[in-house]
Structures are given as structure tokens and as C-alpha cells.
């Protein structure tokens, strides 16, 4: 059982950053992908960023150039620098572990964290 735990969200004005942090514990096995989603209320959770196991990033659209997926596997963590952020980045933001298919991130942990709460307003 992989356990994931999130943390470092908060409340930010628009143009303002935050870190988040993520560290995975439990039958990891060898290391692997993962990845940063988030979900607002009433939405389906989405996925913002992803990284390889080598760390290769990958972003979603409406991130990119403004969020920095990183890792340290010496401390199966994986980090988000979240820059210039919107109103609309608002959301509860999860972890994942992950795989590839067909160059496609797929989370593979059979449970959540309690994700952290981002939150923008002026």
C-alpha cells in the first residue's frame, strides 16, 4: 500500500507562489512516475503535471511556463513550484504514482492523500 502525503498549500494573492511538497511511503517497489493532480468541487480531478521517473516533466496547457514539477527520489518527494498563479488555479491539489501508456500519465495508487488546499483571491 503506497501512502501519499501533500502539503504546502495555502492562501496567495493573484501573481503570487507557492511549493507544494508530496512524499510517497509504503510498497513503492522501484522508483516511479508521478504526478500532481487537482480538483475543485463538483469537477473531476485533473491532472496538472507529471514527471518520469528520470525527471522528464510534463504539463498541462493552462500550467505551463507558470508551474515546475521537480523531484528527489532519495526522498521518494516530488515538488510543485506554482508561479504567477490565478484565480482560477484554486483547487484541492492531490499526488499520484504513476505509469505511462502510450507516452500517457495514468495514476496507479489504489487511494488518495488529503491533497492540499490552494487557494487565489485578491
Known amino acids: 500500500q503506497v501512502q501519499l502525503v501533500e502539503s504546502g498549500g495555502g492562501f496567495v494573492q493573484p501573481g503570487g507562489s507557492l511549493r507544494l511538497s508530496c512524499t510517497a511511503s509504503?510498497?513503492?517497489?522501484?522508483?516511479?512516475?508521478m504526478g500532481w493532480h487537482r480538483q475543485v468541487p463538483g469537477n473531476e480531478r485533473e491532472l496538472v503535471a507529471d514527471?518520469?521517473?528520470?525527471?522528464?516533466?510534463h504539463y498541462t496547457d493552462s500550467v505551463e511556463d507558470r508551474f515546475t514539477i521537480s523531484r528527489d527520489n532519495n526522498k521518494n518527494t516530488i515538488y510543485l513550484q506554482m508561479n504567477s498563479l490565478k484565480p482560477e488555479d484554486t483547487a484541492v491539489y492531490f499526488c499520484?504514482?504513476?505509469?505511462?501508456?502510450?507516452?500517457?500519465?495514468?495514476?496507479?495508487?489504489?487511494?488518495w492523500g488529503q491533497g492540499t488546499q490552494v487557494t487565489v483571491s485578491s
Open positions: 514527471i518520469t521517473s528520470n525527471g522528464s516533466p
Open positions: 509504503g510498497s513503492i517497489g522501484s522508483v516511479r512516475a
Open positions: 499520484s504514482v504513476g505509469t505511462y501508456y502510450s507516452g500517457v500519465y495514468y495514476p496507479i495508487n489504489p487511494s
